[in-house]
């Protein structure tokens, strides 16, 4: 028998564990790891299954985050809604970049599991539809398509009962003195949030103020957000027509067509107009 001297580092300095370790107990990563079940052997399925879990559990950040931020907005605490935004602005980087193992797929490569998923398709993830309620996107028929998953269907709900990211930040911005439209300040926060010109002049005025203005920041922080999320949808739209080209999609849509006409839609359209004339 050889007689080590341990050196330090080694895998022997770590103790050992009378149950599971303080590390499975806090991640959970077996019940994380036991969650990946391909449905063929095809070589790319697992790589689209990881990504895919991989970009839910961002889902679920950015959502914790824009909702933390909303509860700053309501208690008029600028500096923690900063906080949370940022936050939330790094983990949508992340999410971005999570589409790299799916970049390259090809029609072929993708056709190797696509029919094993059937009718599954990202556009029943609810947890992205939380982020779209979020973003004042909110739809009833969306909703509605959950009604038959009473768990997923009622979180699901309260996001579209309570006021958007966008809604706050127009109330804080009211708070601080800036004359937010009364209609907007009391709109139907269940429906999808529509742009209006009294809210661009509000952004204008702030915009064509002090630099360092915080309220300044704030715009800027939710433009970062705003590109990022038409980013995330763009990316998306390139890997599906080099996966699939134009076929239909699994949800039963036309698939590139209809997700074209989605990703030209604006988050936060006031911030986008008021640049063309400050
Ligand atoms: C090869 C990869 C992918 C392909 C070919 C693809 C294809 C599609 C298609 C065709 C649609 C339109 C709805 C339908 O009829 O199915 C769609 C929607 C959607 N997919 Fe993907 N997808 C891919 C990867 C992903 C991943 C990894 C996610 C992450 C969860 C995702 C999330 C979504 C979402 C959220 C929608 C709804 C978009 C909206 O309502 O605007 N997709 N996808």
Not at 37 to 56: I, K, N, R, S, Y
Not at 76 to 82: E, K, N, R, S, T
Not at 107 to 126: C, D, H, I, L, T
Not at 136 to 149: F, Q, T, V
Request: net charge negative.
């Amino acid at each position: 028998m050889i007689n080590r001297t341990p050196v330090p580092g080694d895998a022997a300095d770590l103790a050992v564990f009378a149950g599971t370790s303080p590390y499975e107990d806090y991640v959970h990563a077996s019940v994380l790891g036991s969650l990946q079940q391909p449905f063929t052997d095809a070589p790319d399925e697992m790589g689209f299954l990881v990504t895919t879990q991989v970009m839910e559990l961002w889902f679920k950040l950015i959502v914790h985050e824009w909702r933390a931020a909303c509860d700053a907005f309501a208690k008029q605490d600028l500096p923690a809604a900063l906080d949370a935004l940022e936050r939330s602005r790094r983990a949508h980087l992340s999410l971005n970049a999570s589409w790299t193992p799916l970049a390259a797929l090809t029609p072929v490569r993708f056709n190797g599991f696509r029919a094993a998923f059937g009718k599954a398709s990202g556009a029943q993830s609810v947890r992205y539809r939380m982020m779209e309620f979020l973003l004042g996107e909110k739809s009833d028929a969306i909703l509605d398509a959950h009604r038959g998953d009473p768990v997923e269907h009622s979180e699901l709900g309260e996001h579209l009962h309570a006021p958007s990211l966008w809604d706050e930040a127009l109330h804080y911005l009211h708070s601080q003195g800036h004359e937010v439209p009364q209609a907007v300040l009391q709109r139907d926060v269940t429906q999808a949030y529509e742009p209006d010109e009294g809210v661009v002049e509000v952004w204008r005025r702030i915009y064509r103020g002090p630099q360092h203005d915080p309220l300044l920041r704030l715009g800027e922080l939710l433009t970062d957000i705003a590109e990022s999320v038409e980013r995330w949808r763009t990316d998306h739209l390139l890997v599906v027509r080099r996966a699939m080209g134009a076929r239909p999609g699994s949800a039963g849509t036309s698939g590139l067509d209809w997700l074209d006409r989605r990703a030209r839609r604006r988050v936060f359209p006031e911030l986008w107009t008021v640049r063309s004339d400050v």
